[in-house]
């Protein structure tokens, strides 16, 4: 069993940067292919970023790409997201999320462990 714990979230004015860290329970995330997805209100939830936890392999959306940058700290055992030059549009409620084997996916189904979400806000 995998809990993931995530903090970071808050409001931020358009431009701004946030940082989203999300920490596995139970397990190093060596082990685990980490991502982070996004859902605004009324939308289906998306996918932002992922990589691999024992590898140098990343995926990024290209809605996001050139201003968020997913990485990890092995001594923390920590996954991160950082959200710079932020948009209205960026919105959401973002969720760590984790599975188990080798490949990055970025379709929510594929991905059997979830944290509760950390709400992200940017004003115009």
Do not use: H
């Amino acid at each position: 069993q995998v809990q993931l714990v995530e903090s970071g979230g808050g409001l931020v004015q358009a431009g701004g940067t946030l940082r989203l860290s999300c920490t596995p329970s139970g397990r190093t995330f060596s082990s685990l292919i980490m991502a982070w997805f996004r859902q605004a209100p009324g939308k289906e939830r998306e996918f932002v970023a992922a990589l691999n936890g024992n590898g140098p392999n990343t995926s990024t959306a290209d809605s996001v790409k050139g201003r968020f940058t997913i990485s990890r700290d092995n001594a923390k055992n920590t996954v991160a997201l950082q959200m710079n030059s932020l948009k209205p549009e960026d919105t959401a409620v973002y969720y760590c999320a984790a599975r188990f084997g080798g490949i990055i996916r970025s379709i929510a189904r594929e991905y059997a462990y979830w944290g509760q979400g950390t709400q992200v806000t940017v004003s115009s």
